[in-house]
């Protein structure tokens, strides 16, 4: 097992985790339909051209080109209209020489034209004979055959995650089941004889159960299944039996509390007993956050995240979310949403420590301030009140007013 906080900073921490780790194995074939951000597991090709046929992209009238060189508001083209395009079916047209056809938006361009008059290019001289007003070149307002996608061209590569815009082209394309990758199953297990669940009133020197929830959320967020597991008291048995059940029903294992150095913190002990290679960090060179534990047990990660609720979410946001990206297959994880801002007051640090301050955010004269909000990392009504968590890097002694951090936004 590693030294007891022998502590290393954040991104060698989670290098050390994801080391050990790999994308899940199994896979699952959903609905595209509903497959809004899931990951896609295998390459998808286009099974056909796209557009199959080609088509007007204005209303108008489709023509040969040629016909209209030359055209002014001075000097006309006189074309004769032989038809209209049906939206829906075939155009059952044929546009020769000096003649026209009226299409529509997404109809189907008539044999033998090459272009479309926008209709407000054009004016109805009687029944059956418009007048261009202005050229068009050969392809100009059409999309020909393939001109989105060709059959057989690369679509989406393995690790994708769907947005709107991949389920509306999939379907376009006929595509209506799609492989991906499992959600990553996560169990959450709480701690500490104090923990009571939210439903159950207090006594005195206890506390209500945060963290089981807003982890679940983040997880949830993540692009995970989360799962609780209850609430285990500081027994050594009673925690080792409880994580190996809830190793055993997930992917994923994080366990809130009992993480720091004392003797009766059993964390770091149970999770070293729940199998190979067992702990691999113990101690992050961050604030808060500092007593975390990083392991892997037969292939699974498992956490061990400080009790205090602002130090858990942080640890989770820095440690657990990258490995769920991880484990969920994606190619390219989703960037972490920041934003730069001046900051409002002095705020201390130590060096070689990353700090995380709670801030919110607010507009001074054009500009965006982080305002600190200070408080213990137990009190989750300061991440309530705040817009995100201002970055104190590693390697300085702190940040005074009026200078740039980056804030990573809630």
Avoid: C
Avoid at 9 to 20: G, T
Avoid at 357 to 369: H, N, P, S
């Amino acid at each position: 097992m590693a030294e007891m906080l022998n502590v290393v900073p954040p991104q060698e921490a989670l290098q050390r985790l994801h080391q050990h780790l790999s994308p899940l194995a199994r896979r699952e074939e959903v609905d595209v339909a509903e497959a809004l951000d899931r990951v896609v597991a295998r390459e998808l090709a286009a099974p056909s051209d796209l557009p199959s046929f080609p088509r007007s992209t204005m209303d108008g009238y489709a023509v040969r080109a040629s016909d209209t060189y030359g055209a002014s508001e001075g000097v006309p083209a006189y074309l004769e209209v032989v038809g209209e395009v049906v939206m829906g079916g075939p155009a059952g047209i044929a546009v020769h020489a000096g003649r026209a056809a009226k299409v529509h938006t997404g109809g189907m361009l008539p044999e033998g034209s090459d272009a479309v008059v926008m209709v407000e290019n054009t004016q109805q001289v009687d029944e059956r004979t418009i007048e261009v007003v202005r050229p068009v070149a050969p392809g100009e307002n059409v999309l020909r055959v393939g001109d989105d996608v060709r059959k057989g061209s690369l679509l989406l590569r393995a690790g994708h995650r769907l947005r709107p815009q991949d389920i509306g082209g999939l379907m376009g394309m006929g595509i209506t089941r799609v492989v991906v990758y499992p959600r990553p199953r996560l169990a959450i297990l709480s701690t500490g004889d104090e923990v009571v669940p939210p439903q159950q009133e207090p006594a005195p020197g206890q506390v209500r159960d945060i963290n089981s929830y807003s982890l679940a959320a983040m997880a949830r967020r993540a692009g995970a299944v989360p799962a609780a597991f209850g609430i285990s008291s500081d027994d050594y048995e009673e925690l080792r039996g409880r994580a190996g059940q809830a190793l055993a029903d997930s992917d994923i294992l994080v366990i809130s509390a009992g993480s720091s150095v004392s003797t009766r913190d059993a964390t770091a002990r149970v999770i070293s007993s729940l199998g190979e290679p067992g702990v691999l960090v113990h101690g992050v060179s961050m604030r808060p956050g500092k007593p975390t534990v990083l392991a892997v047990a037969g292939g699974k990660p498992v956490f061990g995240l400080p009790g205090n609720p602002v130090s858990s979410l942080v640890t989770f946001e820095l440690f657990v979310v990258p490995t769920i990206h991880l484990l969920g297959g994606y190619g390219t994880p989703p960037v972490r949403e920041s934003v730069e801002a001046r900051l409002a007051r002095n705020v201390a640090s130590t060096a070689g420590r990353e700090d995380y301050v709670a801030v919110r955010l607010e507009r001074r004269g054009g500009e965006r301030w982080a305002v600190p909000i200070f408080g213990e990392s137990n009190l989750i009504t300061v991440l309530m009140r705040a817009d995100g968590m201002a970055l104190i890097p590693l390697n300085v002694h702190g940040v005074s007013e009026g200078e740039t951090v980056r804030v990573f936004l809630f």
